[in-house]
């Protein structure tokens, strides 16, 4: 049995950049489902949380039940999770927001929504990759930024002592858009683990 046979990954598909990340898996060689139902979580060995709005983002988690079965997967360490800019916004303890969201606590950084400013002052710079050393271009949108983490987390990418990317165990988080990258590095780590 290859690699692949093994992983399932899912895509959280209510809202946000679903068919980029589905494309971004695509191009690895894998296919991926999307998320909408919470019995389709069981069969996941990966999931992705994409970028959007995550208030409402986190108003499906706690409706249909999938944050709360989310949380109990992360915490038995049976699920590999990865949340891209909004995503990492709900995977944090700590959401610094105008409006409530609830986030659910998984990775032990306090992060700040809209910390760049509105839609206009989204940007575009270069990173380098620390776990593959490899460099490339990170586009943000709208993004967060992560104000503090445990310094028990590994910083996989950081720009001007800004942590960029963040691991904690089964948790990695970015606070740009890795499905725009090609190749897809950030995906194909995420695969791996
Ligand atoms: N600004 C969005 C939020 O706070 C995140 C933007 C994005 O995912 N590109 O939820």
């Given at each position: 049995?290859?690699?692949?046979?093994?992983?399932?990954?899912?895509?959280?598909?209510?809202?946000?950049?679903?068919?980029?990340?589905?494309?971004?898996?695509?191009?690895?060689?894998?296919?991926?489902?999307?998320?909408?139902?919470?019995?389709?979580l069981?069969?996941?060995?990966?999931?992705?949380?994409?970028?959007?709005?995550?208030?409402?983002?986190?108003?499906?988690?706690?409706?249909?039940?999938?944050g709360k079965a989310i949380q109990k997967r992360a915490k038995e360490?049976t699920l590999?999770?990865?949340?891209?800019?909004?995503?990492?916004?709900?995977?944090?303890?700590?959401?610094?927001?105008?409006?409530?969201?609830?986030?659910?606590?998984?990775?032990?950084?306090?992060?700040?929504?809209?910390?760049?400013?509105?839609?206009?002052?989204?940007?575009?710079?270069?990173?380098?990759?620390?776990?593959?050393?490899?460099?490339?271009?990170?586009?943000?949108?709208?993004?967060?930024?992560?104000?503090?983490?445990?310094?028990?987390?590994?910083?996989?990418?950081?720009?001007?002592?800004?942590?960029?990317?963040?691991?904690?165990?089964?948790?990695?988080?970015?606070?740009?858009?890795?499905?725009?990258?090609?190749?897809?590095?950030?995906?194909?780590?995420?695969?791996?683990?």
């Open positions: 049995m290859s690699n692949k046979d093994k992983i399932n990954v899912g895509i959280l598909a209510f809202h946000g950049d679903i068919e980029e990340h589905e494309e971004a898996i695509a191009s690895l060689g894998f296919s991926s489902i999307r998320l909408k139902y919470l019995e389709d069981d069969n996941l060995t990966h999931l992705i949380l994409p970028g959007g709005e995550s208030t409402t983002i986190s108003k499906f988690l706690d409706k249909t039940g999938i360490k590999q999770i990865y949340g891209t800019c909004a995503g990492a916004i709900l995977l944090a303890k700590e959401v610094e927001t105008q409006y409530p969201v609830s986030n659910l606590g998984l990775i032990d950084a306090k992060i700040s929504r809209n910390a760049y400013g509105s839609q206009i002052h989204s940007f575009e710079t270069e990173l380098n990759f620390k776990p593959t050393k490899q460099n490339f271009e990170a586009i943000f949108i709208r993004a967060p930024k992560i104000i503090s983490h445990s310094d028990k987390i590994d910083v996989l990418c950081e720009h001007q002592e800004e942590a960029m990317i963040l691991e904690q165990d089964n948790v990695l988080i970015s606070t740009f858009h890795p499905e725009l990258i090609r190749p897809a590095i950030i995906h194909e780590y995420f695969l791996s683990k």
